[in-house]
C-alpha cells in the first residue's frame, strides 16, 4: 500500500516549456487536490476532484489544468511553464465518507522554470 | 472563502519548554480543523485535529483548543524536544457539507527546538 505517489519529484523546465505532474493513489479516495507550496504561503489549492471524471477550480487554478480519467490518477497539466509557477507542489487524497476531512499527501513534486 | 490566519511565523524555545501556535478563521460553518507537521523537504503529516463539537483534545504531548465564538484555535507542545522542530500548519474547512471540502491553510510558523 504506497498511500500517495507522485511522479515526478524533480523537474526543471525553460519559461514556455510544458509538462504534467502525475498522482497516483492506492486507496480507493474519491476526492483529490493538488496544492502549490511557497515560501511564508502555506499550501494553497489550484485544482480538485471529487470523483473520476469531474474537476474544479481552486483558490490559485490560473496557468494550470487537471484530468481525472481515473479514479486513482490525478493529473496536473502546465501548457506553458512561467517562472511564477516555480514551486512545490503536493498531491492530496481523502475519503468521501466520514465526519473528518483527513488528507493523505504525496511526497511532492518540486519544480524549477527558468 | 474561507481565511485561516497563523501567528508566529517562527517561534525558537528551549528543550523541554511548551511551544503555543495560534490561528484564527474567517468561516463560521468552518468545522474541522486539522494540525499538520512538515518536516524539511517531507509532505505534511497530520499529527492532531478537532472538530467544532469539541473544545479541546490532546495526544501525549500535543493538545488543540478551539473556542469557536472566537474563530480561533490554538496548538499546545508541552515539554519539547528537538525533534519537534519543524514547519507546523493550521488548516479549516468544512468537513461534510460542500462538494469541495478542501482545507484552507494557514501560513506556517517554523518552531526550532534549541537542545
Known amino acids: 500500500n504506497a498511500g500517495v505517489t507522485q511522479t515526478p519529484k524533480f523537474r526543471v523546465l525553460k519559461t514556455g516549456q510544458s509538462m504534467t505532474l502525475l498522482c497516483a493513489q492506492d486507496?480507493?479516495?474519491?476526492?483529490m487536490y493538488w496544492y502549490r507550496q511557497d515560501p511564508g504561503m502555506g499550501l494553497r489549492l489550484i485544482h480538485y476532484s471529487v470523483g473520476e471524471g469531474t474537476t474544479a477550480k481552486g483558490e490559485v487554478p490560473d496557468g494550470y489544468n487537471v484530468s481525472r480519467l481515473k479514479k486513482q490518477n490525478f493529473l496536473l497539466g502546465l501548457e506553458s511553464a512561467a517562472p511564477s509557477q516555480t514551486s512545490v507542489y503536493f498531491c492530496?487524497?481523502?475519503?468521501?465518507?466520514?465526519?473528518?476531512?483527513?488528507?493523505?499527501f504525496g511526497a511532492g513534486t518540486r519544480l524549477s522554470v527558468l | 472563502g474561507e481565511n485561516v490566519e497563523q501567528h508566529p511565523s517562527t517561534l525558537s524555545v528551549q528543550e523541554g519548554d511548551s511551544a503555543v501556535i495560534k490561528c484564527t478563521y474567517s468561516?463560521?460553518?468552518?468545522?474541522?480543523f486539522p494540525w499538520y507537521k512538515q518536516e524539511l523537504g517531507k509532505r505534511p503529516q497530520l499529527i492532531i485535529d478537532i472538530r467544532s463539537n469539541v473544545g479541546e483534545k490532546k495526544d501525549q504531548r500535543i493538545a488543540v483548543t478551539l473556542n469557536k465564538t472566537a474563530k480561533h484555535f490554538s496548538l499546545h507542545i508541552t515539554e519539547t524536544q528537538p525533534e519537534d522542530s519543524a514547519v507546523y500548519f493550521c488548516?479549516?474547512?468544512?468537513?461534510?457539507?460542500?462538494?469541495?471540502?478542501?482545507?484552507?491553510f494557514g501560513s506556517g510558523t517554523r518552531l526550532q527546538v534549541q537542545p
Open positions: 492530496a487524497s481523502r475519503d468521501a465518507g466520514g465526519a473528518k476531512n483527513i488528507q493523505y
Open positions: 486507496m480507493n479516495h474519491e476526492y
Open positions: 488548516a479549516a474547512s468544512m468537513g461534510m457539507d460542500t462538494g469541495r471540502r478542501a482545507l484552507t
Open positions: 468561516d463560521s460553518a468552518s468545522n474541522y
